[in-house]
């Protein structure tokens, strides 16, 4: 790569690492920059969704030994962790949407619950040394509070997602007290709402905008003064891989929940996200028609922990993220730009954004 590699890709560099969910938009740059790094990159997950998705449009299959697995399998993922026998998993593959977990609440359960214990069970059965669960700021009881969540705060979760991503949490911490000491060493990952080109999946905002303009329809917004803590995908994959990283230098120090959160002045309106979005690309008309089912006005995550304890500081502002977010989908559908070109550019910008931060 062009720049030198950082201490913690120094870390996994050559290491066996097994991303589930690598079909998805967030595996796909997180496969993507394993791979730039000198990883040896292994995934499971299920086919990609929708059309167009980042697992076919970049072509990740070319940098990851991919398998087709559904992870409600205890037999399937236990059998295949044993063949690649990794040193760290990266545990992403889940049921990921709020609103499609009210549609299919069992699966959701099924999915993001039973699935993290086989993940698990199949990694400390096949001398795993680190594992990182991704999980959600949404796992906490929302008191609509002015405070950020903190990692000792209490779990919750009004909708079947968010209940779902907390018992995963308990699963995670259950495992690590249960067989952790001395073998395998587990965190979890508590992130906010993710943004980036190449997502295209249903009830999210980016790609609602993405499809609005694409169709030159109105965008609709379901509560354009509820705020969320926006990220660009890579820094959530940056926390993930200073974690890991962590993980197998200093496992007791680094087991537990952390919160990946952004800066407080990145906590903003879906409202403003859309407007600002509009600036680099095209402005779509705006609808807005409230819904009946229960979300969050606010939220927000204390992430001194990550700053303090790993030394995580994303080096993209919001202005920044959205910038790129909005440049990436313009150049991908307008320009024709190719997608592998695109994120490994833009992840090379964000690594070099780490250096000169010296971070």
């Known amino acids: 790569m062009a720049t030198e590699l ?26 993507a920059w394993l ?14 969704e929708t059309t167009p998705n980042l697992f076919e449009a970049a072509r990740i299959g070319e940098i990851a030994r991919h398998r087709v697995l559904d992870i409600r399998s205890t037999a399937d993922v236990l059998r295949c962790v044993k063949e690649i026998r990794p040193s760290v998993v990266v545990h992403l593959a889940a049921q990921p949407l709020v609103r499609r977990s009210y549609r299919e609440p069992v699966d959701t359960f099924a999915t993001n619950v039973i699935g993290t214990a086989n993940v698990l069970e199949a990694a400390r059965a096949s001398g795993v040394r680190a594992a990182v669960v991704i999980t959600t700021d949404k796992v906490y009881r929302n008191r609509e509070w002015m405070w950020s969540y903190r990692e000792v705060d209490e779990l919750g979760g009004k909708d079947p997602y968010s209940a779902s991503k907390a018992c995963a949490e308990l ?29 295209w999946s249903e009830d999210r905002l980016v790609p609602d905008f993405v499809r609005a303009i694409l169709a030159g329809q109105p965008i609709v917004l379901r509560n354009p003064q509820a ?8 820094s959530l994959c940056h926390g993930y891989l200073m974690l890991a990283a962590a993980l197998l230098d200093k496992p007791a120090e680094h087991v ?15 409202g403003a996200v859309v407007e ?18 229960a979300e969050a006005q606010l939220l927000a995550l204390d992430s001194t922990k990550a700053r303090d304890g790993l030394g995580w500081r994303p080096p993209w502002g919001l202005e920044t993220v959205l910038a790129h977010t909005a440049e990436w989908y313009r150049d991908f559908h307008d320009g ?7 994120l490994e550019g833009q ?3 964000y690594r070099k954004a780490i250096a000169g931060a010296g971070a």
């Open 256 to 270: 537990g929940g952390w919160n990946l959160g952004p800066a407080s002045e990145e906590i903003v309106p879906v």
């Open 227 to 234: 705020t969320r803590p926006w990220q660009h995908v890579l």
């Open 276 to 293: 600002r979005l509009s600036r680099t690309w095209r402005a779509p008309e705006v609808k807005i028609e409230p819904a009946n089912l």
């Open 35 to 48: 791979a730039g790094i000198g990883a040896e990159v292994h995934g499971l997950a299920l086919a990609p």
């Open 347 to 349: 992840i090379a910008q």
């Open 6 to 31: 950082l201490p913690f890709e120094r870390r996994l560099c050559g290491e066996r690492v097994l991303v589930t969910g690598h079909t998805g938009f967030t595996g796909g740059w997180l496969t």
């Open 171 to 199: 699963v995670a911490a259950s495992y690590q007290a249960s067989y952790g000491p001395g073998g395998l060493a587990i965190a979890t990952a508590r992130g906010g709402n993710i943004i980036g080109g190449g997502d």
């Open 336 to 342: 024709g730009a190719d997608a592998r070109t695109l």
